[in-house]
């Protein structure tokens, strides 16, 4: 069992950066790929970025690639995900997602566990 809570999310003028954190419990956490997924007002939640238990491979949604970066510590259980460069666009609340295994999937049906989500507003 894992259980995700997520932060650092908040209101952001366009270019500008925010960091979120996901707090993970359990401790099946290192032995888990994790992932980002957002969801807009009317929308369908949307893959963001993953990344292996391991940390050796990554994954970015083709919207985000070159301004986010998902990172994780194990010994903190803890994922990040650095957000640079925001548009309004990318306003959304913000879930934090996993499961057991080493393959990443962009998909949120392969994940188990998640977070209650966090709420980032960029404003143009």
């Known amino acids: 069992q894992i259980q995700l809570v997520e932060s650092g999310g908040g209101l952001v003028q366009a270019g500008g950066s925010l960091r979120l954190s996901c707090a993970a419990s359990?401790?099946?956490?290192?032995?888990?790929?994790m992932a980002w997924f957002r969801q807009a007002p009317g929308k369908e939640r949307e893959f963001v970025a993953a990344?292996?238990?391991?940390?050796?491979?990554?994954h970015y949604a083709d919207s985000v690639k070159g301004r986010f970066t998902i990172s994780r510590d194990n010994a903190k259980n803890t994922v990040y995900l650095q957000m640079n460069s925001l548009q309004p666009e990318d306003t959304a609340v913000y879930y934090c997602?996993?499961?057991?295994?080493?393959?990443?999937?962009?998909?949120?049906?392969?994940?188990?566990?998640w977070g209650q989500g966090t709420q980032v507003t960029v404003s143009s």
């Open positions: 359990g401790r099946t956490f290192s032995r888990a790929r």
């Open positions: 990344i292996s238990w391991s940390a050796g491979s990554t």
């Open positions: 997602a996993a499961a057991l295994g080493s393959v990443i999937y962009t998909v949120p049906q392969m994940y188990d566990y």
